[in-house]
């Protein structure tokens, strides 16, 4: 599978997530993970070598990418590798476009502030320019930062309604918390699933992997 995580907006958990996402493929057995670092910011290659130093090994396997050719680039890994995830820059790239048209998923983060929600008009305008070169791309929409109260917060449901209502697009109802432990445990090459972290962040291990079990159930159903 090719996940792309993606916006057209900077500081909202794209590579936080690119790089839990990366982890969690890692960890079932035998998958072999490619993580593409296609932002100049080189966050994601950081945070792996970072992994490395720590662990000896991260896991998976890093490189960066960038520029209109990706699209080539991830064709050929695709043979190689069980699954990709690709981290793009907080703009509307040439990388981010041509990950996309050989993505199976496109991973919008957003938190629920009036900025990022405004972005989601050139998202949408990205997806539709897109379509015609893949119709098969599922896009999720996951709101990050969200209070603890999670799923079960009326402030979310009215803002997931009011974005369904405005934008014509459902958010995922598995959001992930604004927790200090994801900018903690990046810091020092780990992310909440690995067992330095985990064993005291039980709930942050619980909203990843429901959100990533969401999506990697639902690729695979389709
Ligand atoms: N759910 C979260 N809870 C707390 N901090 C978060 C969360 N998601 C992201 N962050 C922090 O927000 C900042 C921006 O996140 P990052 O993943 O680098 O965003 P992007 O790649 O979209 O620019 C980082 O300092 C990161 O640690
Ligand atoms: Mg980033």
């Given at each position: 599978m090719v996940i792309t995580i993606g916006s057209?907006?900077?500081?909202?958990g794209k590579s936080t997530i690119a790089t839990t996402l990366a982890v969690f493929l890692s960890q079932k057995s035998d998958n072999k993970v490619m993580l593409i670092?296609?932002?100049?910011?080189g966050t994601s290659c950081y945070f792996t070598s970072l992994r490395q130093e720590q662990r000896?090994?991260?896991g998976y396997t890093s490189v960066e990418l960038t520029g209109n050719k990706l699209h080539e680039e991830i064709r050929s890994l695709v043979r190689r590798y069980d699954d990709i995830v690709v981290d793009v820059g907080g703009r509307d790239t040439a990388s981010q476009r041509a990950a996309l048209a050989v993505s199976d998923a496109y991973v919008v983060p957003l938190s629920l502030q009036a900025f990022d929600i405004w972005a989601l008009r050139d998202v949408l305008e990205l997806l539709d320019q897109l379509k015609p070169f893949n119709p098969n791309l599922t896009t999720f929409f996951v709101a990050n930062?969200?209070?603890?109260?999670?799923?079960?917060?009326s402030a979310f449901e009215e803002m997931a309604t009011s974005i369904e209502e405005a934008y014509g697009i459902s958010l995922l109802p598995h959001t992930l918390s604004n927790r200090i432990a994801y900018s903690k445990a990046a810091g020092t090459?780990?992310?909440?699933?690995d067992p330095e972290y985990a064993n005291q962040e039980p709930k942050a291990v619980a909203e990843v992997t429901t959100l990533f079990n969401h999506i990697t159930q639902a690729l695979e159903k389709r």
């Open positions: 057209v907006k900077g500081g909202v670092d296609a932002d100049s910011q000896g090994t991260a930062r969200t209070d603890y109260r999670g799923t079960k917060s090459g780990y992310t909440v699933l």
